[in-house]
């Protein structure tokens, strides 16, 4: 096994570390402070080719992988500018397009996305169910004329007003009325614009630049050609999106968490109060030296996963544990940078605390890690369920 990277692989990883030279963690507060989509910064990863990093090159893409994809991210997030703009839509939406869509479906939404024209978001929350996904209520009902009538809600959903179209699961058959409780799920492709929706904010207090929204479904009118993959069958289609957001999900804490190491260690070699720099404190040496160990096993866990995904192998333990790894390792590199910065880390001028509340909103997004132990200890390690 050969853990360097090849060349191109570098350059990927060095393409996302270079774009903060021109928006870097400064223009990216102030689009979370402003609540303001970074629309110029993902222009430019658009036209550079890195939103279509995993769409075929027929469809406008650039024909590269997950490993390829979670570089970047890695990259771009260890100049603390991560976007998850590019886990939901370009990861998630176009790869499940790319490989379950037909060919009218690939032709109409791939490029455009690729370019950055058109942007997805994807909605599978609901208020009521939860984590519990099998309990989702947003009802698709297929009518006689072969259309389906939408009906529901979702809940937090990543740049819903600002993106044009949603990758939204449904039920098209309730949940009650199922014999094995992963059938009865469709996907469709939905007009973010079309009649019937409405959408509201959520203010969070997490400083990052996209918006949640809450989203409401009355009467909407959906066509058999919005359908991605097949009617009922949309459980299969998901798989293949939920593996690929959780190693994305790895590699931004992995970035985030080497930011916040840079950033400490930058302080604490050069803050002095008693004789000498307080780096040499192992009191704040020990708890970076952990993390940084803690972020490069994890970003090693996140690279296997990837090249997994990549050969078309199973990758969801890897996946899992991945994710589990990197937003737990990246909460201690903040939270032991946060204690090199004494008071000044509380402060907006130096920036650290903020970074506090995206690293521990990785804990809980997009499946929570009690969830990710729940599935390391019954899939990997055989043990019953309890829940
Ligand atoms: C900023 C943000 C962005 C988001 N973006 C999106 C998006 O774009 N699209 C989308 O569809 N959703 C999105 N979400 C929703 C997110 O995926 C959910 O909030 C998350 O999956 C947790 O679900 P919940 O909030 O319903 O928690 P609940 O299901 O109410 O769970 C609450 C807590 O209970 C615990 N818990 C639950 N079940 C178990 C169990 N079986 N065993 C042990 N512990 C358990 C966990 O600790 C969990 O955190 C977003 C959320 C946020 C905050």
């Known amino acids: 096994m050969d853990f360097a990277l090849l060349d191109e692989q570098k350059m990927i990883y060095q393409y996302g570390q270079n774009i903060a030279k021109d928006f870097d963690r400064k223009y990216w507060m102030d689009c979370a402070d402003a609540s303001r989509f970074p629309e110029e910064m993902y222009q430019r990863v658009a036209d550079d080719g890195f939103v279509g990093l995993m769409v075929p090159e027929a469809y406008g893409g650039s024909g590269l992988g997950m490993f390829e994809m979670g570089l970047f991210n890695e990259g771009?997030?260890?100049?603390?500018?991560?976007?998850?703009?590019l886990v939901i839509g370009a990861t998630m939406c176009l790869g499940a397009?790319?490989?379950?869509?037909?060919?009218?479906?690939?032709?109409?939404?791939?490029?455009p996305s690729c370019r950055g024209e058109t942007r997805f978001c994807f909605g599978i929350t609901e208020a009521d169910a939860g984590t519990n996904t099998i309990?989702?209520?947003?009802?698709?009902?297929?009518?006689?004329?072969?259309?389906?009538?939408?009906?529901?809600?979702?809940?937090?959903?990543?740049?819903?007003?600002?993106?044009?179209?949603?990758?939204?699961?449904?039920?098209?058959?309730?949940?009650?009325?199922?014999k094995r409780k992963t059938e009865g799920f469709t996907l469709f492709i939905v007009d973010t614009k079309a009649k019937g929706i409405e959408m509201q904010p959520i203010d969070i207090s997490v400083p990052i630049p996209e918006m949640?929204?809450?989203?409401?479904?009355?009467?909407?009118?959906?066509?058999?050609e919005q359908v991605l993959g097949e009617v009922?069958?949309?459980?299969?289609?998901?798989?293949?999106?939920?593996n690929p957001e959780r190693i994305l999900v790895g590699s931004i804490c992995v970035g985030l968490g080497r930011y916040a190491l840079a950033r400490a260690v930058e302080y604490a070699s050069e803050r002095s109060v008693f004789?000498?720099?307080?780096?040499?404190y192992q009191a704040l040496q020990h708890p970076l030296a952990r993390a940084k160990t803690e972020i490069e096993a994890a970003s090693l866990l996140t690279h296997k996963a990837a090249s997994l995904f990549d050969q078309g192998e199973p990758c969801g333990d890897e996946a899992n544990m991945a994710k589990f790894a990197a937003s737990e390792a990246c909460v201690n590199a903040v939270d032991?940078?946060?204690?090199?910065?004494?008071?000044n880390g509380y402060t907006k001028e130096y920036g650290i605390f903020d970074l506090y509340p995206v690293a521990r909103l990785m804990k809980t997004i997009p499946f929570n890690n009690e969830m990710v132990l729940n599935y390391i200890g019954e899939r990997v390690l055989g043990l019953p369920r309890s829940y």
Do not use: W
């Open 76 to 85: 771009l997030s260890e100049q603390g500018t991560p976007l998850l703009s």
């Open 97 to 111: 397009i790319s490989k379950h869509g037909t060919e009218e479906q690939k032709q109409q939404y791939l490029p």
């Open 135 to 178: 309990r989702i209520n947003t009802i698709a009902a297929p009518q006689p004329n072969g259309r389906f009538k939408l009906n529901g809600s979702k809940t937090y959903i990543t740049d819903a007003k600002e993106s044009d179209y949603m990758l939204l699961v449904t039920r098209t058959t309730p949940h009650t009325e199922v």
């Open 212 to 224: 949640q929204y809450q989203i409401f479904f009355d009467d909407v009118d959906l066509g058999p």
């Open 232 to 242: 009922d069958k949309g459980f299969e289609v998901l798989f293949d999106s939920l």
């Open 275 to 280: 004789k000498g720099p307080i780096g040499a």
């Open 336 to 343: 032991a940078a946060l204690q090199c910065f004494g008071g």
